[in-house]
């Protein structure tokens, strides 16, 4: 097959199918509930036993305090992905707040919590 | 020795049915409610990887094509071309790639390759097209040695690996439950290969087969997908990226972050780099087993049952590789 072909095929064909989809909706943020997110959580980490949790009110993040330490999970596209807050830098802001992770495969994660929800969670994050 | 035979390049050929069966699929989705679930991103990453891999097979193949044809130069057998060839082939073939596939699972320097093709939390055709663009990394061509020193043309071995990568486009969805029992127990399906795409405990280390389902039922890796257990799909831990870069290249850095921390002893760096994913020095990490052990201290009912079989250690004593 020429090559000009079969690029047009692969960029177009890729454009297309990703065009449909985020007009079908398939772009979407899973939201959580408290029920939702501590499933979540013991389907990533099925050994932990979950205390408490905290689900930001945007419905895309949650706070999880487990007897292994405070963890972290969140909505990535239609699933989530979660760890423990372990080797982490957090960065506060306004309106946005940042959680870096030593993670390559995970590096970041970006919040919206309001400000009550900012000191709560900074303060159990730290473990105390 | 034969002139250079001319095989059909069967992967460029096969594009536009790739993309003519995702958009089905999708339909299929949309329309029925049921039979799998697509999501933007993780689609757009995964056709990404797929079209990166080509480009890599591109950009890269004269290492492996130069590797085969040095073998070709040396033996003196030459099966030819003929179809009994060509179908002998295509199941010696399907034998190498089982081999292969498993090392994939059980060796972190392959796993490190491979990974990428399970680091989506989908199913669905597109994640057929999640394909590595580090297998040349691996050296696993070598195991494609024997069979070119047996007579198999390199034009035979790249036509062939063609053709299995096709058929496997299509096990990758859950819009087919299951096929007939003939074919299931013969053929790798989109059932079996459910299975080995599951993250859990049960699934892990199962159904590596590309085309034959057969090579799983002899040499023991054989687990059926289970009414009572859904497959979730993805990795023990799941990438939190969609970048792809990110997707090919973060278990290459783990492994070398792990290889180059200080104090380690040189088989415990080994360990990081060809053990079995999971491996640690200090066992703060499970593998496949220590997971597996972990789920039959917790769910003690499943012992013996597919995918747990009677000789897993108590979580007690699971294998955690020693400092």
Redesign the interface.
Known sequence: ?PLQI?LT???G??A???M???M?G??ALLALDTNSAKEAWL??F??DTVQDLLVAGDGHAALVLTDRGPGLL?S????T???HLRDFTYLDGDTRQTIR?S?????R?CLRLTATERQRWQTLMRGT | MTEMPNYPEVLQWAVPLFVAAILAELLWIVIKHRGGRYETRDALTSLILGAGSVAEGIVLGFVTWGFLMALWAITPLDLGHSIWAILLFFLLDDLRYYWVHRFGHRIRWVWASHVNHHSSQHYNLTTALRQTWTGTFTMMMIVRAPLILLGFHPALVLFVGGLNLIYQFWIHTEAIGKMPRWFEAVMNTPSHHRVHHGRNARYLDANYAGVFIIWDKMFGTFVPELDSEKPDYGLVQNIGTFNPIRAVFHEWVSLFRDVSQPGLSPRQRLGYAFGPPGYSHDGSRDTSLGIKAKHLARNPQDRGTPGFSDELPPASDRLHAQP
């Open positions: 097959m079969l095929l692969v960029i064909g890729i297309a199918i990703a449909l989809l985020h079908l398939k772009s389907r990533h099925p050994d969140w990535f596209g239609a699933d992905v979660a760890r992770f993670d390559y495969g995970a590096p994660v």
